[in-house]
Structure formats: structure tokens, C-alpha cells
């Protein structure tokens, strides 16, 4: 028997699940991190599926909790986390039982580590749904500039990243293929991607295929990591989104838009973005009521009472120099604290909603940073654990996590 003839008899003998142990030595290759097998949902228990139905209204949990923008910066990132009691940043597992999470979108870009963190995310999302809580991850313009092919935020440390998980990528390509039959993809996800960028330095080429095949519509990790993300979630009485809501957006139907935005970075709807998601007024990049303090509140009213049964918009995209903040008597909260260090390198706060009613804010202990100080809408705080303000506005807690 000849050499060949060995190894298809050897490669026929293997067990079918060879391909997920090259699927899962490549994912710890690239983020140091193994998932969990999916199970079914504590609150549905349907089957596992590679992409379940996107949902876009939950009931309202007896803890929600709130995460603004990421841009790519794992060690903030999981501060913010550590903060609001979900994840143990040692062991990077979900410590929030049944509270639901929502984090508002701008993962990619501006930072070092944007894949790890979409590595990071998901997992999150599998271990909460088995301890009986949720993860709901909304896009943010960034998100939707990545899968247009929009690099302008994008940092070298970004695209070394990208670099790397392209070469493992192509490493467990090539592990597959030494079988015949494997599961391999149908398509070269490199395929059609120039070789080489006019204008961009040479040493950056390598990173910015990677980042197209792994990010355009249909990429491989676009179809992964960011099909599953919502535009808009209606958590309780809470309505989610990255930039805001127009009346436009409201008629023409949540379940619409989250559907249209997953066909398209499925790749069944071209390269370009859906109209909501384009242009100054779209759902991720409007700033008419994040950005400053004469919010026009009863247009904010006019798009809300269109919602039934929602009371409150909360919104990231516009950093707040001054922490997690709300207009509009609370019908307005903003929670983009700029916490990237390619931001504004902010501290790290998180909105918690309990039983529905209870609005605070969770923030780190201000020796976390010796820069930041205390805004003057904080000056009235006092010694102790909390402040009980008035109905009219938030509670708000520091923690030395």
C-alpha cells in the first residue's frame, strides 16, 4: 500500500469532529481562548443552531445592565465588565447569572485587540445564555465602516492583529486539506482582494487583506461575530441603540432592520449598508440626543411614544466627558464614556436598571485614574458606598474594581 493510499485510509478512519479540533486550535491560536459547546437556551430550550432567529424585544430582567463603546481595548474593556459583576477577569468567565447585558456597539477599531475582544464577546454570550442571562451586542458605525471596507479608524496595532489571524486562519486551512473531505470553505475568503494598496505603506498590505476577508459582507469573521448583533433591542421599558431613532426608523419596523442588517453581512444584499445604517441621521450615527445638554426633548418624546411600552432611548456613538449622564428626565441616557484608550482613555462606568425602575450608574473609584475628577453635577456626592438622589434622576455607585 503506498504512502497515499495510508493516509486516505488514515484520514477515513478519523472521527468527523477533526475539523471542529482544527477550528478550536486555531480560535485559541488566534485569542487564547476555547468555547463552550452551544446548548440550548435556559429561556427558549430550542435546539442549538449556528445562527438563532434575532429577537428584538426581551422582557425586562431583574437586572440589565449597560456597556458602552469598546474601540478595540480588552484591558479596559474587561474592567467595565469586572465593574458590573458579569465576567471574572482572571479566569474571563460569566460571574452575572440572570442579568442581561447589553453592550451598544463600536467594538472595532481605534485600538489594538479588536478581534480578541469579538473572540471575548462571544464567548460571553454562550456562557451567560447556559447560567440563564444574555449578552445582546448592538452595531455601532464602526461596525458597519469595517464591513464596507472603511479603514480610517483602523491602527496599526489593529492590523497586526488582523495579519496574525490571517495566518492562522491559513495555517488551519492547510490542516484541513491534508484530509480529504474536511470542511473547508466553499469560497477563498481572499478571493478578489487586491495584493497590494497604492498610497498605504507595504508593511501594512498583509493586515489590510486580512482585515477585508475577515470583515467584508459574507467574511469570515463578519458572518461569525457580527451577523448576530442587533441594530435595535427593546429590553423592558428600554429601547437600545448605538446613535438613535428617528420616526422613519420606528415605522419601518425593528424586526425589519434587524433582519435587513444581518442579509447584509450575510453577503445577500451587496457591499453597501442598508439606508438606516448610512448618512448623519441613520441609527448609528445620529447624535440628536447624545450630543450636549439642550436636547430637543419632545421630539425625543414623539419618537418614544411611537414604542409601546417604552420609556427611555439609551444611546452610545457621543462620548461624555462627564460619565454616564441622562436628559430629558431620564428619558435620554448616554453611556459612551470614551473608555478606549484610543479614545479618551475614560473611566470605566456601566448603567445598571434593576427590577425595571431603579436606574444607577456603577463607576470606578476615581484613584483609578488621577486625570479624572469628579464633574460639578457630582459634587453634592457623599461618604458612603451610594448616593440617593432625587426620583429624577440616577443613582450612582463607585466601586474600587
Known amino acids: 500500500m503506498d504512502d497515499a493510499n495510508s493516509s486516505d485510509l488514515a484520514c477515513s478512519s478519523l472521527p468527523r469532529h477533526l475539523s471542529s479540533f482544527v477550528d478550536a486550535f486555531i480560535d485559541f491560536s488566534v ?73 451598544i456597539g463600536d467594538v472595532l477599531d481605534r485600538g489594538s485587540e479588536e478581534i480578541r475582544l469579538l473572540y471575548l464577546l462571544h464567548r460571553i454570550k454562550l456562557e451567560s445564555a447556559r447560567a440563564g442571562g444574555a449578552l445582546l451586542t448592538i452595531h455601532g458605525n464602526h461596525e458597519v465602516m469595517n464591513i464596507e471596507g472603511d479603514f480610517r479608524y483602523v491602527t496599526p496595532g489593529g492590523l497586526q492583529e488582523f495579519k496574525q489571524w490571517g495566518r492562522w486562519f491559513c495555517v488551519g486551512l492547510s490542516m484541513k486539506r491534508l484530509c480529504p473531505g474536511l470542511e473547508i470553505p466553499s469560497r477563498d475568503p481572499f478571493k478578489g482582494i487586491p495584493t497590494s494598496f497604492p498610497g498605504v ?52 419596523g425593528f424586526e425589519r432592520i434587524n433582519k435587513e442588517a444581518r442579509d447584509w453581512i450575510m453577503g445577500l444584499n451587496g457591499r453597501f449598508s442598508p439606508w438606516y445604517l448610512r448618512g448623519r441621521d441613520s441609527v448609528v450615527w445620529l447624535r440628536r440626543f447624545s450630543d450636549g445638554f439642550n436636547c430637543d426633548c419632545r421630539h425625543l418624546e414623539a419618537v418614544l411614544s411611537m414604542i409601546p411600552g417604552v420609556r427611555r432611548m439609551i444611546m452610545g456613538h457621543t462620548i461624555q466627558a462627564e460619565g454616564i449622564n441622562a436628559v430629558c428626565e431620564d428619558r435620554a ?35 483609578y485614574d488621577g486625570r479624572k475628577t469628579v464633574p460639578l453635577a457630582r459634587e453634592e456626592e457623599k461618604e458612603g458606598l451610594a448616593l440617593l438622589l432625587t426620583n429624577s434622576r440616577m443613582n450612582e455607585v463607585r466601586s474600587a474594581a
Open 31 to 103: 485569542s487564547g481562548l476555547f468555547f463552550p459547546s452551544p446548548s440550548p437556551s435556559p429561556r427558549t430550550n430550542a435546539p442549538p443552531t449556528l445562527h438563532l432567529p434575532l429577537s428584538t424585544h426581551f422582557p425586562a430582567p431583574s437586572r440589565l445592565v449597560a456597556i458602552g463603546d469598546l474601540h478595540g481595548d480588552l484591558p479596559k474593556s474587561l474592567q467595565a465588565l469586572a465593574l458590573a459583576g458579569l465576567v471574572d477577569p482572571f479566569s474571563l468567565r460569566w460571574t452575572g447569572g440572570s442579568t442581561v447585558a447589553v453592550q
Open 201 to 252: 505603506k507595504r508593511e501594512f498590505w498583509e493586515g489590510f487583506r486580512a482585515r477585508i476577508a475577515a470583515l467584508r459582507p459574507a467574511g469570515i469573521l463578519s458572518r461569525r461575530f457580527l451577523s448576530d448583533n442587533q441594530a435595535v433591542v427593546v429590553v423592558g421599558d428600554s429601547v437600545f441603540i448605538h446613535g438613535g431613532l428617528l420616526e422613519r426608523h420606528v415605522e419601518y
Open 333 to 367: 441616557i448616554r453611556i459612551d464614556v470614551g473608555l478606549s484608550k484610543g479614545c479618551s482613555n475614560g473611566l470605566p462606568e456601566v448603567l445598571e436598571i434593576s427590577g425595571g425602575l431603579d436606574l444607577r450608574v456603577i463607576t470606578a473609584n476615581t484613584l
